[in-house]
Nanobody, 124 residues
Framework: QVQLVESGGGLVQAGGSLRLSCEAS????????MGWFRQAPGKERDFVGA????????YYPDSVKGRFTISRDTDKNTIYLQMNSLKPEDTAVYYC?????????????????WGQGTQVTVSS
């Protein structure tokens, strides 16, 4: 059974940085894409970026491009979301997700497995 466990959330001031981790277990993840999403209260779950498990290629929406970086450590079965120059509007619960396939997908419905989420709060 696939399990995704996020960690690293917390409170940070605007302009600061935070690194989230997502430890994956339960199967081999070759052929998977690992995505990060976020959801603020009363809003939809938004795509933050994704990484190919084997290739290490990444894909970001314009809203975070240049500020957020996704990486992975296949030996540790862990992916990371490095967030820099954080803004109050980045405040949300951040989720790690996994799906099979080669095409980049931004919609949450394409992802099969989800973590429980970790809260990120950016104060002004």
């Amino acid at each position: 059974q696939v399990q995704l466990v996020e960690s690293g959330g917390g409170l940070v001031q605007a302009g600061g940085s935070l690194r989230l981790s997502c430890e994956a277990s339960g199967r081999a993840f070759s052929g998977y894409q690992m995505g990060w999403f976020r959801q603020a209260p009363g809003k939809e779950r938004d795509f933050v970026g994704a990484i190919g498990w084997i290739s290490g290629n990444t894909y970001y929406p314009d809203s975070v491009k240049g500020r957020f970086t996704i990486s992975r450590d296949t030996d540790k079965n862990t992916i990371y979301l490095q967030m820099n120059s954080l803004k109050p509007e980045d405040t949300a619960v951040y989720y790690c997700a996994a799906r099979t396939g080669n095409l980049w997908r931004k919609e949450a419905r394409w992802y099969d497995y989800w973590g429980q989420g970790t809260q990120v709060t950016v104060s002004s």
